[in-house]
């Protein structure tokens, strides 16, 4: 006979967790109702929850079975035997999942979980770029569509690019990198590049990242002696020229938990900052930080409605677009190596 978990038994895991230091007063008792019934419904359709980090607590610890960044929840996905996935992250994240998976279900929770870098560039601009420079590679930062990855040679997360950019520089003198200019034109930077020369770039911005002063900075800095700074990858050059770091989310966790500052400013989405604190409570954490509201219109009442009536959030990838795509997407998992 298997025995149901309790409500006061589901407390006290998010209390272990550390979960309570994040709630307000009372609070708690709601959020395990909704992990509780979740998990259970959850385990009755043999599905996984992906969370990004940007995703709240309650979510990540409540509810997540992978958790991480873009680079990690596509891998993740791909080796699950789960039946079903339920993407707490963004649209082109959740198409990622199931162009990995052909024949499993995925859901995304929320219809407002966009991305502007994504809704930046259609598949009708990335055929524009390769008509005007034939023969150049198309190099794809996840954050897109699956209509733009079909039409690209490889893709890269903010996890990989600066590696898989120098194995395809060791072939090609020009590379079109689309769609983020303020990565690409950090990674032109750290690879030598001049944009417009050898790296064709396109106008798309992250609103989250796009907005972060280096003043405040400066400001911070002579406030807090030992300060590390670190930002996310697709912040503007000038910001990444006044920080300790750049990375994409899996990076800058990784040197927080290396790393011994006395305090540690994360120039990126609110939600990593959250987990930071949870995952590392004796160290100090100063917030810098914007909600992006796409990661955001996801909740926990938004994933149990999910569970009770999925197919309306089913994500669909056209049979030819994804096998387009899945050879990008392999490409990188290549590359990665
Ligand atoms: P990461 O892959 O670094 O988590 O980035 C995803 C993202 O959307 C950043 O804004
Ligand atoms: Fe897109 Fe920026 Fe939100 Fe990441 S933080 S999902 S890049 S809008």
């Not at 709630?23 to 929850?49: F, Y």
């Not at 939600?271 to 996801?298: D, H, Q, T, V, W």
């Not at 999910?306 to 197919?311: E, V």
């Amino acid at each position: 006979m298997t025995m149901e978990k309790t409500l006061s038994e589901e407390i006290a895991r998010l209390m272990s967790l550390g979960l309570h230091r994040r709630c307000a007063e009372g609070a708690l008792n709601s959020v395990a109702a909704l992990t509780l019934e979740i998990n259970r419904l959850k385990k009755e359709r043999n599905a996984v929850i992906c969370a990004h980090v940007y995703q709240t607590p309650d979510i990540i610890l409540g509810v997540g079975d992978f958790v991480g960044d873009s680079y990690k929840l596509a891998d993740d996905c791909r080796k699950t035997d789960a039946d079903e996935i339920i993407f707490c992250g963004v649209h082109f994240m959740a198409e990622t999942a199931k162009i990995l998976n052909p024949s499993k279900k995925v859901y995304v929770p929320s219809e407002r979980a966009g991305c502007s870098l994504s809704e930046s560039i259609t598949g009708e601009d990335v055929r524009g770029l390769k008509a005007q420079h034939p023969g150049v590679p198309v190099v794809t930062y996840i954050n897109t569509s699956a209509e733009v990855k079909a039409e690209s040679d490889c893709i890269v997360t903010s996890a990989n690019a600066e590696k898989i950019l120098k194995k395809i520089y060791a072939e090609h003198e020009k590379v079109i990198f689309i769609p983020d200019q303020f990565m690409g034109r950090n990674l032109a930077k750290a690879l030598g590049r001049t944009p417009g020369k050898d790296i064709v770039l396109w106008n798309g911005t992250c609103i989250v990242h796009e907005r972060f002063s280096p003043e405040l900075i400066r400001m911070y800095r002579g406030k807090y002696p030992g300060l590390a700074v670190l930002a996310h990858a697709e912040c503007p050059e000038e910001l990444i020229a006044a920080v300790d770091f750049m990375g994409g989310t899996g990076d800058m966790m990784r040197y927080v938990e290396s790393t011994n500052a006395s305090a540690y400013l994360l120039v990126t989405e609110c939600g990593f900052g959250e987990l930071a604190k949870l995952r590392f409570p004796e160290k100090n954490f100063i917030a810098m930080c914007r909600l992006c509201p796409y990661m955001k219109s996801i909740t926990l009442n938004s994933v149990l409605s999910l569970l009770k009536d999925p197919s309306p959030k089913e994500v669909a990838v056209p049979a030819d677009i994804a096998a387009r795509a899945k050879k990008a997407i392999d490409r990188m998992f290549e590359l990665a190596q």
